[in-house]
């Protein structure tokens, strides 16, 4: 049942009191802000949102592996469940942690399971009063914290899910411009006003080849130690004299192990922080930093090519 999971206003309130904590107009504001900001996110409750979506995700994984099977109990199925799935399909397999799998999850959870995007994202609304319930943003910012905890098991960056929350924002794309399946499937069939398909997902709509192409993660498949010969000896290129590493993951763990409490968590500040022009230091630190990490991949690569060549001539020689 994820009646634990808090209500839309509040929801609603919380993220709101996130954008006033982060949005100053002037760096004295900003100051005046840095003397009590821990205490103001954590009186908004969005970490404390992002936690119970993780620990509830981490939860369900643990009762799958015990081979129990797992209902979620939600209203229309249509808010915190999709969140709580998505993020269950995350942590138990690899696929959906590259951009394309993410997608297809976003396309077989969120679009496909209706989650109303028109109504929940109006910020083109005709209405004088326009809100945001955001639930999908939770789930974003969720990711974001997976990907601050396991850097090298995910293909993205932070910006490309920067990029898909502004994405989900336009009134453009047929991916997030209904609230159901129905609505596409009408809106497609009339005569009036024929519909396009234009998924979201023709990045190249938006933006320049090297852009998205920026959105993918160096760190992605680097190993998080050297292989093993077994559970207990190191591996000979480790360069450990007699010491067993510690994994980062357990072996035991058919899932990522996500800290999910509070304290752990971090403020997803590049996103929330966006719109302040004086906290926007120069790229080029940025640019530097990526051509480094792209550099120091290829030549990751190039030594286990080199490694896994070296070893099936091994095997070749002993065979013969």
Known sequence: DLKIFPSQSYLEDSYASMLEIHCMETEKEAEKMDSDYLSRIEGCGWLSTISTALRTSCEICEMLWRGETVVLVEGEGRGSSLIVASLVCILLEPEPRTRVGFEALVDNIWVSLGYPFSTNHQLCSPKAETSINPLFLIFLDAVFQLTEQFPSLFGFRRE??????????????????????????????????????????????????????????????????????????????????????????????????????????????????RSVTFYQSSRSGDTNLLSTQRAAKQLIDDIYSTTRTESDAQRANHSQ
């Open 160 to 273: 490309y899910l920067m990029d898909l929350w502004d994405t989900a924002l336009l009134p453009v794309f047929d991916t997030f411009i209904f609230d159901s399946e129905h609505d596409r499937s009408m809106a497609r069939r009339n005569p009036e006003t024929p519909l396009s398909p234009s998924p979201a997902w023709n990045w190249e709509s938006q933006f320049s080849e090297q852009y998205i192409k920026d959105w993918d993660n160096p760190l992605f498949g680097i190993p998080r130690r050297p292989d093993r010969n077994s559970l207990h000896d190191p591996s000979p290129s480790s360069m450990i004299m007699g010491k067993i590493p510690t994994p980062g993951v357990p072996d035991n763990k058919k899932y990522l192990p996500v800290n999910w409490a509070v304290a752990s968590l971090a403020v997803w500040v590049n996103f929330f922080h």
